[in-house]
């Protein structure tokens, strides 16, 4: 095959395509593209609006009761760019395109794919429900149980998909052994790590996924709630206890339950909750996701929290341990949008794949015939429905 002079275009093309393949997990989120700043280029604090689902409660009885549409939604501002920078002979411009691929392109991807995955992977702080096996290996028991507790809070049965820490992965091996991928499958859709599927849930190994280590609160109850009222909300004045709490860290509030997401029946279930701010020692105040609502149509729990009622922390004190993380799409968005195209220069293009937008800028060094260049990657990233998620505690 005879060498051509490769164009900008094409670089970018395949270099986002390898950025693609290496994001097993943004890859398998709700990825969406803002087109609106597609002549005037983005900027880092650009913000884009995503709808999220309208709920209604139902009546018993003839009479009719009129309920308004209330819409809400969430704003994900696109805070990060990051990029590789690096200098191209005129020579590895003019050689095919899968040499240049593996030789520059590949091991440049790698590492920023592996940053912005990692970014986009704190969102497991967000998601408050959790299957607790800290300090012991995953089991394939443990796995169907967070698939439960996906299915109770509507996120089907089918669809779902699991990304695992190494250690998990090698823990639950033998287990799903018996694995098997069917080629339509792989030709519809590939990620690195891809391991198979089973029980509704595609398996993904990811060596980046996080440790989680836990505020030196000892779980064990002594914080109280302290109110005259049942507390709703997503702050809680508390009192009593001692320790710590770190962000991410889970925990439940004695009597509060969770309640069937459509017909707001009492499951017997305590309602696992999410700390969204570090607390010092002896904390009077906690918050929290989801918010405690006791009513209405966006009710979650079976009541209020009382005061004198115990929060006991998932976990224990201190502890570290590794995260696994099982989620519908939706339950995560990671958003783009194009950057600036500069005027002026050699080499620049910018290309959009599967909702994640990328700029290649090159310039000519004619002292040393080189071609500085830049590749960028402007987003963001938000836990839209942290119900349809929930994190694997183990190890």
């Not at 609106?36 to 209604?56: C, D, M």
């Not at 912005?116 to 607790?132: G, H, P, R």
């Not at 823990?171 to 052994?177: A, C, E, T």
């Not at 779980?219 to 302290?226: E, K, P, S």
Request: aromatic share 8%.
């Amino acid at each position: 095959m005879s060498n051509t002079v490769l164009t900008p275009t094409a670089v970018t093309r395949e270099a986002l395509r390898i950025l693609h393949q290496k994001l097993n997990f943004i890859g398998n989120i709700d990825r969406q593209y803002d087109d609106s700043f597609a002549n005037t280029g983005a900027k880092i604090g650009s913000q884009l609006k995503v709808r999220l689902p309208n709920e209604y409660t139902v009546r018993t009885g003839a009479p009719i009761a009129v309920q308004d549409s209330t819409e809400t939604s969430e704003t994900i501002t696109m805070a990060t760019q990051k990029g590789v920078d690096v200098e191209f002979s005129s020579a590895d411009l003019t050689t095919d395109l899968d040499d240049f691929g593996s030789r520059v392109l590949n091991p440049m991807m790698s590492v920023l794919a592996a940053n912005i995955e990692s970014d986009a992977l704190s969102m497991y702080k967000d998601v408050y429900n959790q299957v607790n096996n800290v300090g012991s290996a995953s089991t394939f028991g443990k796995i169907l149980a967070g698939r439960k507790i996906l299915v109770d809070n509507l996120a089907g049965s089918t669809g779902l998909k699991i990304n695992l820490d190494t250690q998990t992965n090698v823990d639950m091996v033998d287990s799903l052994k018996g694995l098997y991928q069917d080629s339509s499958s792989i030709a519809k859709q590939y990620r690195e790590g891809l391991l198979g599927r089973t029980s509704g849930f595609d398996f993904f190994e990811n060596t980046l996924m996080p440790r989680h280590t836990t505020g030196s609160d000892d779980g064990t109850g002594d914080y109280l709630c302290d109110s005259a009222t049942a507390q709703t909300g997503s702050t809680l004045t508390i009192d009593t206890g001692t320790g710590t709490w770190k962000k991410g860290d889970v925990f439940t509030i004695a009597g509060v339950n969770r309640v069937k997401p459509e017909t707001k029946e009492d499951t017997g279930n305590l309602q696992q909750f999410v700390v969204t701010a570090d607390a010092a020692a002896s904390a009077t105040s906690l918050s929290f996701s989801p918010a405690i609502v006791a009513t209405g149509a966006r009710q979650n729990v079976s009541n209020g929290a009382a005061n004198n009622q115990a929060l006991t922390k998932v976990g224990g004190a201190s502890a570290v341990h590794d995260i696994s993380l099982g989620y519908r799409k939706d339950a995560f968005a990671f958003v783009s949008a194009d950057l600036r195209m500069p005027r002026g220069v050699d080499f620049a293009a910018r290309e959009v794949m599967d909702g994640i937008s990328m700029r290649i800028v090159s310039d000519y060094d004619i002292n040393n015939d080189l071609f500085p260049t830049r590749i960028d990657v402007l987003y963001g990233f938000k836990t839209l429905r942290a119900s349809q998620a929930v994190r694997f505690a183990n190890n």
